[in-house]
């Protein structure tokens, strides 16, 4: 399979110039092939949002490069935001939300009609078209951010612990939507999220980043059969032995420190 | 502990009922109250009645006006003036403070600029304007943008540098071309407080509007009240007041539904009358 994403030696310190310059990233290098799906898994402030800023393009690494593969001339990667409520557009109903990346990249009215019913149906939100965001549950918030950043068909999503603050039913429904989702419109995805068993459930690999300033310090290969299920692959013995590994992985990055 | 409660409940209640319904009813009763005692004071002659005709006069001078057909050739030319100026003041006024609160360079630029023309009272311009601009309408629609535009523009810039940071890289992230950013993301953010400057502005434009037509000219609802004075019609300058109170009480109503509309989306916003 093609690379999608290639991240050489990416740091990043945030205010170099001063007197206690934050070195938030030391040096990460991983690839990303097409159509995987990849979680980043670290300990909080160890610069996950910082990396997925940097992919992004809204701030620029102090080192290293980023390169996108895509078959376009455009770079066609959307990000979810990690403050999704305050991400989502107030002023516009969730359908708009949707409509968004279509209306400016300047679809026709009918291909954005068309799209926006099927993002809507594909999310579960049939019936909230015309809310605004604030009369939404948080679930159903961060749906439609992963409505409107998927209505752009995306090649490369970049998530950042999109259900770190959701319950833990809303979040197991979310994960197997995500997934099943990611099945059908084959993209790529990078996943941030803190939850060591959230990134074994959904990922083909696992980077596992150690403390600040963050690097790589180990890439976890997860052969559990797909599709997955929420009780019986949470409850194998080989999600188990994941788990216990990358506990021990993070809990030497701490030890360390 | 059940008994305490309850009276929480009840005093709550009682207040919410209070709030909506007789607290209003108890406005409107004051008013009443008010012109009772301006109808009976000049009535029994407490105060000189010339000057202070009594309430049943100054209502018939109104209606008389509003018979008239000149009266409505004032209405019309105030509010022109108006509205003219409070354009002209949005069209410059939001533009300026988006361009204001985006770039910094700019905002330095015509920072100290604002902040020394900001606090000089509109009306100890006109002198300059009428140097400038005559006594006509250019010079009073000047003064009407001059002291139209600060609210405005005030409030934009502040609207625009309080935008959350999470939603400008949400509009980043989308790769929008600069009138894409400013006319999707900044101004439909900022738009809460740009509405409450233009509300502001409202209120001026028509307070302007009526001071200019009394140092000049010879029409408008100002004119009209300063042309009763001087030649001792005081119930229809009561009446012109009446008139510009109520056309400010209108225009106010209108506006508040408007952007209550159009503010729908914004939790919390719902601009009341007062
Ligand atoms: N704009 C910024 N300026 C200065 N420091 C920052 C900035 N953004 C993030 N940091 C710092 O960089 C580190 C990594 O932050 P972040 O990427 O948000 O971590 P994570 O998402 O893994 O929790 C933190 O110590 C944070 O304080
Ligand atoms: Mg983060």
Redesign the interface.
């Known amino acids: 399979m093609n690379t999608a994403l290639e991240i050489a030696s990416v740091g990043k310190t945030f205010n170099e110039d001063s007197l206690s310059p934050t070195v938030a990233i030391g040096s990460i290098t991983f690839d990303v092939r097409e159509g995987e799906f990849i979680s980043i898994l670290g300990p909080s402030g160890c610069g996950k949002t910082t990396l997925l800023r940097i992919i992004a393009g809204l701030i620029q690494p102090t080192s290293g490069q980023v390169h996108i593969k895509t078959d376009s001339t455009e770079r066609n990667l959307m990000l979810v935001f990690q403050e999704y409520n305050r991400s989502l557009f107030p002023w516009r109903t969730v359908a708009k939300n949707i409509s968004f990346g279509l209306e400016v990249s300047g679809s026709s009215p009918k291909e954005l009609a068309k799209r926006v019913d099927e993002y809507i149906n594909l999310v579960g939100l049939k019936g909230f078209e015309n809310h605004y965001p604030w009369e939404l549950s948080g679930g159903m918030q961060q749906r439609t951010a992963i409505a409107r950043a998927l209505a752009c068909h995306p090649n490369l999503l970049l998530m950042d612990e999109p259900f770190g603050s959701l319950d833990a039913l809303s979040r197991n429904e979310l994960e197997d939507d995500l997934l099943r989702l990611w099945k059908q419109a084959s993209i790529t995805i990078l996943f941030v999220t803190h939850d060591i068993d959230e990134a074994i459930y959904l990922s083909d690999r696992i980077i596992v980043l150690s403390q600040r300033p963050s690097k790589v310090e180990d890439i976890i290969l997860v052969e559990l059969p797909r599709p997955r299920h929420q009780v019986e692959s949470r409850s194998s013995n080989k999600f188990i032995e994941y788990r216990s590994k990358i506990s021990r992985l993070l809990g030497r990055g701490k030890a360390r420190e | 502990m059940n008994i305490d409660l309850k009276l929480v409940g009840f005093w709550g209640g009682e207040k919410h009922v209070n709030r909506i319904g007789i607290g209003k009813l108890s406005g409107f009763a004051l008013i009443i109250a008010l012109l009772l005692i301006w109808e009976l004071l000049s009535r029994y002659s407490f105060i000189d009645s010339v000057f202070f005709p009594p309430l049943s006069t100054v209502i018939y001078a109104l209606m008389t006006e509003i018979n008239s057909q000149n009266i409505w050739i004032d209405i019309s030319s105030t509010l022109a003036r108006c509205f003219s100026g409070y354009i002209i003041a949005i069209t410059i006024g939001i533009p300026v403070g988006i361009l204001m609160g985006r770039s910094q360079r700019i905002y330095n630029l015509f920072e100290p600029l604002v902040e020394i023309l900001r606090p000089i009272p509109s009306a100890a311009i006109i002198p300059v304007a009428i140097l400038f601009l005559g006594i006509e309408d250019k010079m009073k629609i000047f003064v009407i943008v001059f002291a139209c535009i600060w609210p405005i523009l005030i409030n934009t810039i502040d609207g625009v540098k309080s935008i959350?940071r999470?939603?400008i890289?949400?509009g980043?992230?989308?790769r929008?071309n600069r009138n894409?950013f400013l006319l999707?993301?900044v101004l439909?953010?900022s738009?809460p407080n740009i509405v409450t400057g233009m509300r502001i502005s409202l209120a001026i434009s028509l307070i302007l509007a009526i001071t200019v037509e009394m140092i000049s000219g010879n029409n408008g609802i100002g004119f009209f009240i300063l042309d009763a004075e001087r030649s001792f019609k005081f119930p229809q300058m009561y009446s012109g007041i009446i008139m510009i109170g109520m056309i400010g009480y209108i225009i106010n109503w209108g506006f508040v539904k408007l952007t209550n509309r159009v503010m729908k989306?914004?939790?919390g916003f719902t601009a009341t009358l007062v």
């Open positions: 959350d999470i939603l890289e949400t980043n992230t989308f929008l894409q999707r993301i439909p953010a738009s989306w914004h939790r």
